[in-house]
């Protein structure tokens, strides 16, 4: 097991959860997946995500998920498991669970109901408190999905109070200018540095986020080698190099990431690239028609052609 | 085993979940609500509930609770189980469980995501397709909790769609108008007739919703009787009784009702009155100050005086 | 003209804006319901609140009303005008306008658009600034209408930095240790004492809400003498005496308070007591069908009953 | 003065509203503004639009600007004036006096308060008698901003009700689906062709909207030229160079478009381009770092970069 700490860099892809034609987990595309993940060059994984739509298994079917690419991982990068629930009890039963099995660390948003900073900052305590001293974690900031504002000073405090807090997982809009304030914070002393990995729209601020100091990426994408590759130029300090690749996969990703049917489009991909078995998502859930589906073979071919020009 | 059907009436009490003071399920303190309710004259219970803080127990807690319930309630009334999920494995999953426990149905909100009308049907005939064909269940309209808005339409639309549907817990607001519509279409013979159960602000407005052809009420107050009282006047056509009953609990059920900490207000009752053991909240849950159970204690003795005087 | 300041106490009526049945300003029965008003006891007058249908009047059309008003208030009682905003500009031209005329404060919320302490502050910190100097202003605390949540803590803050603000209009809900703790801020001296009136759920908090230190009440009701006298037994001493003039008006006074249709219960009772002339709702606006004005009148009854009794 | 009909095309541009540095309208650059966009080859102008900051200006202010605007444009082409208000005497206020300046139609959205399908269809019957027989106007669907989810059934509900609606601003995500079936509607003979314009995300669905039967587009970029070149090139049936065209400007819309500092990115790139004066916002409203500028530049020159390649 290898926990996570707070040098994480590079891409932690958040995962899809592959499911047969008829909605039962698909394990032997599980494997595929985290195979195909790995050779991408990703440094984590990060399973049970709203994409991974974790709310869609029972608990059974999460423990058996995770078992399964822990297995399939055997320890070559850190696996994080989403977290978030409304009650302290299920979120302490799942986490100890995993953590039992391996994984290293866990996620945790805010619920939708906390509102004023100190709501927020108390809620985070009782998080702290809930997961214990050994259990490393993220925080994850998503507006768009939680419907909870947390501004720099709130995420600081957060931080503060709790040191096993290793991680934020970034995904406000606009957001460029707290991710420099949080970083310019550690750099001061404020606080003890943390990794930040990025998620914003899907990455879609991706090289301009990198700019501002984050580590890498946390979300998920049909082709994590873009963002790999992204990371990588950006690291070689390679700017325009990682802008080049980053505007080669655009169109396509800001197709995948429109609200609603993005989670069809990427399980689309994924298929389509011979990843999943089933672009089967779990009822309630979108579905690709035909001219969606063309729409998504022209970007494909266009992001080839793209690719072969600036290779 | 006794199923809920259409023919439901009177009182079926939202009933908490009780802990001990360090957060444990206290299952003596359950035994002992059970034997109040049913004294209280109620003709059914509801449980884990939003008020029963479902979502802070874990699966295995869930079960062990209802379990208790249905073996002291012994089936001398109806026991219907909250099962909202956002996911219909997890759905599933409970309602197979509590129903082979002994349960009589189960009850279900919409998820906050569903808008239109459109996509209100659609969750609904999902949830029927998850049920099956024998569990009967409770389709609950509370928009505050919701976000939910379902027009008259929408509640005929879904009923029609699964006549498994039996009952539907009203709380909308202002819902006088919705409950006489859907009254109405069951006498016009457009659909068949469903209980219909109120619970707007917790029982808020029983008389006048009794008075606009409700069953009875699916709500949780600390004073169950009153609630029983209510219905059995109005039954027995004394009109002014029922309103002479509500009155005299008014000033402390609209206390209880307060948005935020209802829930203390009501274990803290529940507490005093020797029902349960503790009055504890699981976190993130309110607590009351000095001050609000000075208020609590001027408005329970009020109300024993003005019971004394209309008795 | 009498300037607001911090020393108001008693009831500042929400006034209802009248209409004639085909939706024109009544500018006769404005003068009615000012009498009506003044006559029941009240220490001011708020126009153009959201009961007041502010925002369904031209500019031209506010104008006028609070003209009309102001006239025949003739100083006797300070009235306060709802001055909140999208936009400054706009706040900033009424505001001047109204002060003008004579008007003494004006009252302003969050817009929904607020979300972060920091935010709500930085607004009010332009609030003031749009006001400047020389105008008293009311801060309204609504998180129903609003969607905003001020902590205590913001509440504070932005008292701090608006000299100007002199009144607290509080509707939270639980707001009672809301309530305490700002009163025991200015206490303990940690800023000027402000007048707080309450306003929660149309009043239905009042007696505890002045045994918590609130000032009086800021909100509307058809029978504002139940809270002109609830305020005066209250001040003198007599605590059991408020709480039996106001639970004679609850049954009523909860009624009116349902969301949705509040307004027009409000407007057909004034006008069934002769204050105005019709009960027109502008559009969009709720109708009362022939079951909610039968509510309605028994309400009526039991409360003349109950009112007799207690004489 | 040209009425609004449903036979539009093209590009109608939101126009941002020019302020000098110290907040006051500027009415030199805001003839320049309305040059710009007629040699950038826009087919109509769309003002006091969310994005032009419609909400801060007094009544008075709107109509200066507008009344300049349309001196400017004098007749070349279309001028579309944002009408959404609160209220509808506001809303009929506003329409008469921009309509007797010559306006061609007015933009309406719903308001945040109606949910469902018949509060919305009732809701815009009521926006069709405010603004009578004569007014062309165009439906706003922009659930991000309004909170309302209008189905697709909803709109073909009001399109059928208001014959005078003769276009919809279409900015539903994700969209393409419903574009498809109310192009499909129309093409059925079900209800009378209209105008479908998108925006959908600041025009970064563009060409894929133009593939299901979008007219064109009305949003906002500080780049029209792009908008207008991608129009062309599908109405020339050159799918692909429309493509090459939107991809080059892409990454820079991709920035401008950012929830929240949108508006700034987009006055200061105006601002760049020499069009407007001042980059200035009135307050509340967004500032860009130094950080944020240099993203900017970055993206401009990658931008001119690529443009040149495919040039």
Same mark, same amino acid.
């Given at each position: 097991m290898r926990r996570l700490d707070a040098s994480a860099t590079g891409v932690y892809l958040i995962t899809v959860t592959p499911f047969t034609d008829?909605?039962? $987990?698909?394990l032997a595309s599980t494997d595929r997946m985290v195979d195909f993940c790995l050779e991408a060059g990703v440094s984590g994984l990060t399973v049970l995500g709203i994409m991974g739509e974790a709310?869609? $298994?029972t608990a059974e079917e999460s423990r058996v998920f995770v078992k399964q690419v822990l297995a399939r991982v055997a320890g070559r990068v850190p696996v994080v498991v989403g977290a978030s629930a409304p009650g302290f009890a299920p979120m302490r039963e799942l986490t100890e669970s995993v953590m039992a099995m391996g994984a290293s660390g866990v996620m945790v948003a805010p619920p939708s109901t906390v509102r004023t900073d100190d709501q927020i900052v108390a809620y985070f305590d009782m998080v702290h408190e809930t997961l214990g001293k050994d259990v490393p974690w993220v925080l994850q900031d998503h507006p @768009?999905?939680?419907g909870v504002q947390m501004s720099t000073a709130v995420v600081l405090r957060i931080l503060k109070n709790s040191?096993?807090? @290793?991680m934020l997982k970034h995904e406000d809009c606009p957001g460029l200018a707290k991710l420099s304030a949080i970083r310019a914070a550690s750099e001061r002393g404020d606080l003890a540095r943390v990794s930040i990995l990025t998620g914003n729209g899907g990455g879609l601020f991706l090289p301009e986020e990198l700019t501002r100091g984050a580590d890498g990426a946390m979300t998920g994408f049909a082709y994590p080698e873009m963002m790999v590759e992204v990371c990588r130029a950006h690291a070689a300090g390679n700017i325009e190099r990682s802008h080049d690749i980053f505007d080669a996969y655009l169109p396509l990703a800001r197709y995948e990431q429109q609200a609603g049917i993005g989670l069809a489009v990427r399980k689309h991909l994924l298929a389509a690239r011979g990843v999943i078995a089933s672009a089967a998502i779990r009822k309630p859930g979108p579905r690709l028609s035909a001219l969606d589906i063309a729409d998504i073979a022209r970007l494909t071919t266009r992001q080839n052609r793209r690719l072969a020009e600036i290779a």
């Open positions: 008829d909605g039962a $987990l698909d709310t869609k $298994l @768009v999905s939680t040191p096993t807090c @290793v």
